[in-house]
């Protein structure tokens, strides 16, 4: 199990060929193999970031990593129209062998109960992308399979452009219709064994009973929405595949409803004041996560054709204030705190006064003592944000404004109000 996965991790920044004969067999003893039947030629064929036309001997791919994987493939017809995409993830176990068969007249993939031998069909199987192979694990370190499970459609298969149903109702909905456009939608509704299952995000419904005074505090620390999708979702970690799964749904599958998905659950962990404070742990690692995401998009992708205006540069800008800023705070009220101290103890004068002088400097000093010599500081301030966290987003922060020349600095001082509109 080592020497395969010392070779995988040998592979994953390599072609195929580059690898060494040796390499080369026990990743093929110990990979996994996708056969599909009836495949037409000229699909477009992936799997991860790896993608091809297939020919007309093609009958899937050899040598899949075990592990978690997203297999895609758009019909094309004669006159080169591509279909909208369709996939679904598989987590490959080792040496499995997974059967699909092509429906030609729902233009799917089916299972199919056909039993191969991998010798007899070994030329007509592509080797997967091993290239490509480190990328695609970056994207996909917290993604299990019961969060697959739970986000993926009933059906399992993952529609760029999900299948519509004729509304049983259509005449009542239409007749209710006020825009020529409400009318067209009123015939038909979406089949909800085809659609993602995302947690949900509905800040108006958290926001309810709240009193006045409490609103906008809400509005602005988005923690207690955090809670309600974490408890959807079981876990932190769990939170963070489904942030990893609306990510690949979207850039492999072309599934925008992910990316709507994944731009609110980017807003609503960026904007938890409380919940930044109260695990650091988590906000560590959802920094590497968004990182991972940000190098496979343009540098323009998030700005809005017509405001001109950049989600993420918005979001991320609350965010590092949130990190900062309540370390800053805190700060602030410990000297404020040391300052009405000193004024207290001057008023006591006398022997009391010293004595209490001669505590509290024994206090900083052992203070001093506990602090380390070469400037690291400790992991967490005191009552405040984690140290590291604070270090890791100050770097991130550092790194976004000079790779993608993004300015956190502007103000606008109607933040809350798109906070809110974001969620309606």
Known sequence: HYFIQSNLRMA?????????????????????????????????FGIDYGSWSTGPRFM?????????????????????????????????????????KYDAEQEILVESDTHYTTQEIDKMLAPYPYQHYQRWCSLTTHVTQVAVQRVQPV????????????????AEDTARATSVEDKLDAHFIQDDNQVMRFSK????????????????????????????????????????????????????????????QWKLLVDTICRAQQAIVTQPSFYKTFI??????????????????????????RTLKVFFENVLEEEESRVRGVEVK?????????????????????????????????????????????????????????????HLEKYYSWDFSSTDEDDPVIVEMLYQ
């Open 12 to 44: 994953s920044s390599q072609p195929l060929y580059n690898l060494n004969k040796d390499q080369v067999e026990e990743v093929y003893k110990h990979g996994s193999f996708l056969i599909v039947e009836n495949m037409p030629q000229g699909t477009e």
């Open 60 to 100: 899937g791919l050899k040598m899949i990593p075990p592990g978690v994987h997203f297999v895609f493939y758009s019909a094309v017809s004669k006159e080169g129209t591509v279909a909208p995409r369709a996939g679904f993830f598989h987590f490959f176990k080792e040496k499995e062998i997974l059967v699909k």
């Open 155 to 170: 059906c399992t298969l993952i529609h760029a452009a999900t299948p519509l149903l004729s509304n049983p109702r259509a």
């Open 201 to 260: 995000l509905d800040r108006k419904r958290n926001a309810a009973g709240l009193k006045a005074r409490d609103l906008s505090n809400f509005y602005m620390d988005s923690t207690i929405s955090l809670n309600h999708v974490i408890a959807q979702c079981s876990s932190t970690d769990e939170l963070l595949a489904e942030l990893q799964i609306s990510f690949v749904a979207f850039l492999l599958g072309h599934v925008y409803s992910a990316f709507e």
């Open 288 to 313: 590497r996560t968004l990182h991972f995401h940000l190098k496979e998009t343009p540098r323009d992708f998030f700005v809005d054709i017509v405001s001109r205006d950049n989600f993420l540069v």
């Open 338 to 398: 040391r300052l009405k101290q000193g004024v207290e103890e001057e008023e006591v004068g006398g022997e009391e006064g010293k004595k209490r002088r001669g505590e509290s400097e024994m206090e900083d000093s052992d203070k001093e003592e506990d602090t380390p010599s070469d400037g690291v500081i400790s992991e967490r301030s005191e009552g405040g944000v984690d140290q590291e966290l604070r270090n890791r987003a100050v770097k991130f922060r550092n």
